[in-house]
Structures are given as C-alpha cells and as structure tokens.
C-alpha cells in the first residue's frame, strides 16, 4: 500500500514521473493546494506575468526541443487566459499538457467565484480534455495526458482538477503502461500505401516534395534529405516546415503559399505528383482550392488519417508516423527505381531558372529609412543558422520566413495555424528555457510585441536572456497592407501613432533588460553585433523601419496560385519560361 | 446527397455527447437524428447518428469523429442488411374514435393511453413507416407528438462491440478494426 497523500502532492508526483523538468504558470486559488508541493518539488516553475504568456511559454519550449511543454493556472480567468495558446497548440499541432484548478466539485455548475467551465470552452480546441473530482484518478489522467499530448499527431491536452480533489487524502498509483481503448496512433504505414507512393513516383516526371510541420514534429529530416536526393525532385517547406530541409541545399525552392517564392508555388502549380509529408493543404498554401496544382496526382503522409482528403483527393493515402513513412520509402523507391528512374532534368532546369529569375528581394526605400527585410536579413546573417528565431504574426513573420536562412529543423518557431499576435515574445522565452545555451531572437512586431511583451519581466528575473527585435513601423504592417491594397489606402485604426510611445527602449530598461535603438541603415550591423553580445540579460531593440515596405510575392485571399504577384501589380514574366 | 447511418461506439463517461454534438458544430456537419443509450457493456454508450451527405464527406466524418478519444469504433451500417427502428408517440384527438383506432390496427401501432378526449398512439418502425402513419393520422387532429431519434443494428451474426469487448471489457484490437472500416 503506498503512502498517503494529498491529490496536490499526487499531481506534482505525477508531473515529476511524466518528466517534467519545467512549467509555466501562476497561482491562484482553486490550484493554490498544488502550489505547496511545487514549493518542493524539483520541477522548475517559472512564475510568469499573464496565464497567455504560460500558455506559449509551453509551446515554444516543446516546439524548440520536442518535448511536452506544460503550463499551470487556477480556475475561471486564469483557465480562459490559456485559451489562445491553447487554440494556437492545436492548430499546430504542438505537444503540450495544461493544468487547470477547477472550483470545489460541490460548487461547479453554481456560478461559483472563479469558476469557468474550462473543460466545455476548450473542448473544441484540445486534443482531448478531462475534468478530475477524484483524487485517485489524477496519476492516470496526467499520464494520459502526456501519452495524448506526444503520441500520434501531437496536440495540447488540459486537465482542470477540482479544488476539493487536490485537498483530499488519496494514495499515488501512476500507471505503467496507458490502454486508451479510442487512442491507437497508427504509425506504421501500410505495406500497400508504400508500394502505391514508390510506383508513382517512379512514374511521375514533375514530382516535388510538399513538405509540411510534420516532418519536424517526426523529426524526420534526415530521412527527408536522403529521399529528396534519391528522388532528385525539387523541395518546398511549408511555413511550418522552414529548417525541415535546409535552404542552402540544391533542390530546395523555398516556402509555398500566399508569401511564397515564385519557384516553389508554381513548382506546385505545375507538378504532375505531390509528395506531401505533413502538410495539411492549408488554404494559405492552395490559395484557391479548385485551381491548386490541378495536374498533380497527390500522394499525402500524414500521422492524421482525418487531414486525407479533408481539403485535396489524396491519389496514395499514407497514414504513418513520417519517420517510419519515409524509411520504408526509401528502399521502395530504390527497387522502383531499379526498373525504371524517370528524367527530370527538364523539369528541375525549369525550376532553378524560375528560382535565379525570381529570387526573394526588396528595395531599400527611396526616402531614407530602414528596410525592415533588410534588418531581419541581417540578423539571421549575423547570428547564424544555429540560433533559435521566433515570429509574431504579421509582416515581419513573413519576412523572417522568407529573409532568415535555415538550415536545421527546430530553428524557426512561429503561429502558423491561428496566427497569434504576441506569440513571439513567451514562445522565445520557453524556447530559451527549453534550449539554454542556444541563442534565441524573437522578431516580433510593435504591434504584436505590444499584446505580450509583459513576459521580459519574467525572463529578466529568471536569468532567460532572450533577444527581441522590434519591427517598428508604427502600423499593423499586414492589415495596413492589406488595407493599400484591397481598402484603397483607407488606413482604418492601423496606425500605431507610435512614435517613442511606449519609448520601447525606456520600456525595456524599465522591465530589467538592455534597451537598444536603432535607426539608421548603417546602424543596423552593430547594433545586432552588440545584442549578440549580451548573453547576461534580455535585449530588446528598437528598430525603426520603412512603414510602406510590403511582402512580396502574394498571393491575394482566395484567389489561384497562378495569380502570384512579384509587386504590386507585376506578374511573373510567364512567356519567357519554358514551362 | 444521400442518406447515411452511422453507429458509434463511445466510452460512456462525462461529456462524450458534448464532445460528439460539438464535432459536429464546429465542422458543420448536419446531423438528421442522433440517438444514445447504454449498450450491453455498461462502460460503452452507443450513438446512431444520420447524416445527409456526399460519400468523401461521410470520410471524413468518421476520420474526425474516430480522433475523438472517447470515441472506440465507428461503423457505417450497410443499408440492405441493417434493421433501422424509430419510435413515435402521438396524441390524436378522439372525435373520430373509430377511425383512430382503424388507423392504429393497419399500422400495426398500439394504443397506450385513452381518456379525456385524447387517444396516445405508439408505433415502431422505418423512418418511412412512421412517416405514412403521421400522414394518416394528420387529418384526425395531431395534438402533440415525440419522436426518437433511429436507432440500427446490423442483421445476422455482425456485431460492432464484438470488437469492443473482451473478457477484460475493453480490448485494444478495435481501434484498428474502426479505422480499416473508415478508411474502407
């Protein structure tokens, strides 16, 4: 009989035996018995600024490192505080276990102080979710919910415990082995669906590799790397793939989708196969649907039998853990290839030229001021393919899609999914949590930065010295651009009028960290030299940027990929490629 | 469009209906009927749904259903070989008693209550005999009626908790089955 305990020191001892080596959150008072034992325990608990900040501190530490990131709450508004990070998990499938105090299980349902039902407002946006009255049932709920949360396609799982159930005596039990009658991942792929995927390709002459977010999540890149060179078949990454394949290689084209290069949206576009690993067929990747790569038979992997043909007819389904998928490939395609290899030489010269003819670029602006791309291009140049960069959402999260070169997986985190604004700054601080001796810059923008910067607080105190680059162009620089193009110029509550307020440098120095501004091109080198240089203490630097500066290329919402702009109103030169 | 059923094995614990009726809400999936009831296990519910759809939608309908935890086996029942029941309560006027009771003995119904100028029919059946029954009945005067949602169950030797159960109570071979039976 093992000893008796509270359902709190239960909890924590179950945390501990998931191995949970850090969480995010805040006290409160339905979770306050929880908080005694975590005064014990050995799990590092960073106290944070706002539950929002807990709930992508978690994320960005498992998405920096694989592993489960886990944040803590109290009941009613702490709990509806997660919902975003939560949504934000989910959408991009990111492994992540939320605690949750609930009210006494005699007043749930009463309105009580605090209460919120937090296992119904989440329902739709969790993997799975449990609301625990019995201390005895905590060890196997916090077990399932880290089994549920890594297994299969990943995904964030909350557990809200009443408060009355972590005060009461009950014994700690945790269970060795999880039997989910409803949860079997499939992850190995069907004989057939690998026979059916090697005979297309051996058939295919303009295949190219769609690769999405779960090739990092299956941390399959290696295995990647070696089937796009058995292939020879040119390579797209998904913004949620950027690093799943490195951009320095030869068959790499770079990001489809609405920001994409023009080489790898019309690399879709023209395809006879897509060999789609992890990727969703989000709609900012298709544009519109009905026109997407309409001669393309599909082969689709995905851990997720619902994501086949949920948007695109799927010609070979494979339903797998990538990792395994593409190590049964490999030799499949081998014996494909034995009988008969196709040519595609014609169609990767078609390609490259559309890549040295099209390449990523911008323009330094006429009236003096910093080019934003050219700021994040510089750190990504300066700071190297070894350090950790996290986006907000927005222009500059496009920009450092498009302007940082990566070259390893794990390396660039953002909101691809729900697009959170305020997603850089906790995310980069659970990534450094996560990744320690690894430099971690979050690019974020005023406006995002704005939503969450209250967690440098938190890292200034807890020795996790992040680097935030602040886009500054005083403006939601997406919907503003947005609004030039589709509104007429009508810049509706778009303006920031932000000049100096907050002074984002007085704000840092104000929060404990370093504050730097720059503002001048011939600036912008040192001033990354120098936030590079500071290792002991959050950096936040004030970059003051070109308002009007616009991403290219676009796609415009809803409309075909062939409709690909390379600037406002500039198509590609079509009749001049052999396509 | 046509018209599928579905049953659903689900693991009888707090919220299941809620997370099922929310699946559906969120995808815009519009259901027909959805019953539930106990099953022979009393740790497993089983839901009938009926859907109006397209054959690739109804996919991934069970794709997305069979992602929910609680969820242990889904199957489509084969129209030809599955007896489909609903059950309806009606309450006529009695002005017309004998054609009433006309009515209730070619339906092969049942009258279950008679008294202060009401008759309360009962019936079971096909959709599509419920539906003549109430087209029979309308004339006489309906004054209220219920419906249950369809419930269905495979003719002959197939049962779908056969590969739910075990001595133990649940097994673990039925995710597989389920998931060949959707992607089938």
């Not at chain 1, 070979?316 to 998928?325: C, H, K, R, S």
């Not at chain 1, 162009?473 to 303006?495: A, D, H, K, P």
């Not at chain 2, 935890?69 to 007896?83: G, L, R």
Request: net charge negative.
């Amino acid at each position: 009989m093992s000893k008796e305990m509270t359902g709190a020191a239960s909890l924590v001892k179950s945390l501990e035996a998931a191995g949970v080596d850090v969480m995010f959150g805040i006290p409160g008072g339905a979770i306050l018995p929880a908080y005694d034992p975590i005064f014990d325990s050995k799990i590092r608990h960073i106290l944070v600024r706002h539950e929002q900040g807990a709930g992508h501190a978690a994320t960005g530490y498992a998405q920096a490192t694989g592993r489960t990131g886990v944040c803590i709450a109290t009941s009613g508004p702490g709990a509806t505080n997660l919902v975003t990070p939560l949504a934000d998990a989910q959408m991009d499938s990111v492994p992540m276990v939320a605690i949750t105090g609930q009210v006494p299980s005699a007043a749930i349902g009463t309105d009580a102080f605090q209460e919120a039902d937090i296992r119904g407002v989440t329902m739709p946006i969790t993997k799975h979710n449990y609301l625990i009255t019995n201390p005895a049932d905590i060890p196997r709920a916090i077990a399932e919910a880290f089994y549920i949360a890594s297994t299969g396609r990943p995904g964030p799982v909350l557990v809200d415990i009443a408060k009355d159930a972590l005060q009461a005596m009950t014994t700690f039990d945790y269970p060795k082995n999880i039997q989910l009658a409803g949860y079997k991942p499939q992850t190995k792929p069907s004989d057939q669906s690998i026979r059916d995927a090697a005979a297309l390709i051996a058939q295919s002459s303009k295949p190219v590799f769609y690769v999405g977010g779960g090739a990092i999540k299956a941390n399959a890149h290696k295995e990647l790397m070696q089937l796009a060179e058995l292939v020879g078949a040119p390579v797209v990454t998904t913004l949620m793939a950027r690093g799943a394949f490195p951009d320095s290689h030869q068959l790499h084209l770079g990001m489809p989708g609405m920001h994409g290069t023009v080489a790898a949206v019309t690399a879709l576009q023209k395809s006879d196969l897509l060999i789609t690993l992890g990727a969703r067929f989000d709609d900012r990747v298709t544009g519109k649907l009905s026109s997407f790569a309409v001669h393309a038979k599909v082969i689709h992997a995905d851990i997720d039998p619902a994501e086949i043909g949920k948007n695109r007819f799927a010609d070979v389904p494979v339903v797998g853990d990538l990792m395994e998928t593409i190590k049964a490939l490999i030799p499949a395609v081998q014996a494909e290839f034995k009988k008969s290899k196709p040519d595609l030489t014609a169609w990767l010269r078609q390609m490259f030229s559309l890549r040295s003819t099209y390449p990523l670029g911008y323009n330094h602006p006429e009236d003096g001021s910093v080019s934003p791309q050219y700021v994040i291009e510089r750190i990504g140049a300066i700071t190297g393919p070894d350090a950790i960069y996290v986006a907000g959402v927005g222009q500059h999260q496009m920009w450092a899609s498009q302007f940082v070169r990566y070259e390893k997986p794990r390396t660039w985190l953002n909101s691809g999914g729900l697009g959170t604004m305020g997603y850089a700054v906790p995310a980069a601080m659970g990534a450094k949590v996560g990744a320690p001796d690894t430099t971690v810059w979050a690019i974020d923008g005023d406006g995002c930065f704005q939503m969450t910067n209250q967690e440098l607080t938190t890292c200034a105190l807890n020795n996790i010295p992040i680097k935030v680059a602040i886009i500054n162009n005083e403006s939601l620089g997406m919907v503003r651009q947005w609004q030039t193009m589709f509104y007429e110029g009508r810049y509706s509550n778009t303006s920031l009028h932000s000049k100096r307020i907050p002074d984002f440098v007085k704000l840092a120095e104000a929060m404990g960290c370093v504050g730097l501004r720059c503002d001048r091109t011939e600036d912008v080198d040192a001033t990354i030299k120098k936030a590079n240089s500071i290792n002991d203490q959050p950096v936040i630097v004030d970059f003051s940027v070109f308002r009007d500066a616009m991403v290219w290329p676009m796609v415009a919402a809803g409309t075909s990929n062939d409709e690909i702009m390379i600037a406002r109103g500039l198509a590609p030169d079509w009749d001049s490629q052999e396509l | 469009m046509s018209q599928h059923t579905l049953a659903v094995l689900v693991e009888n614990s707090p919220g299941v209906l809620a997370r099922v009726a929310s699946l559906f809400s969120r995808r815009a999936y519009n259901i027909d009927s959805l019953a539930v009831g106990p099953t022979e296990d009393p740790n497993i519910s089983r839901m009938t749904i009926v859907l109006n759809l397209e054959g690739h939608v109804l996919d991934q309908v069970m794709a997305q259903l069979y992602k929910l935890v609680n969820v242990i086996a889904i199957s489509e029942m084969p129209a030809q070989s599955t007896v489909h029941r609903e059950l309806l309560l009606v309450k006529v006027s009695a002005q017309q008693s004998a054609k009433v009771h006309e009515i209730v003995e070619s339906f092969e119904a049942k009258i279950v209550d008679e008294q202060g100028g009401t008759i309360t029919i009962e019936a079971t059946g096909e959709t599509a005999h419920i539906e003549s029954l109430l087209q029979a009945l309308t004339p006489l005067g309906i004054k209220e009626l219920v419906q249950s949602g369809l419930v269905a169950l495979e003719r002959g030797e197939a049962a779908l908790s056969d590969r739910t159960l075990s001595a133990q109570g649940i097994s673990t071979t039925h995710a597989l089955n389920a998931q060949a039976d959707y992607q089938n």
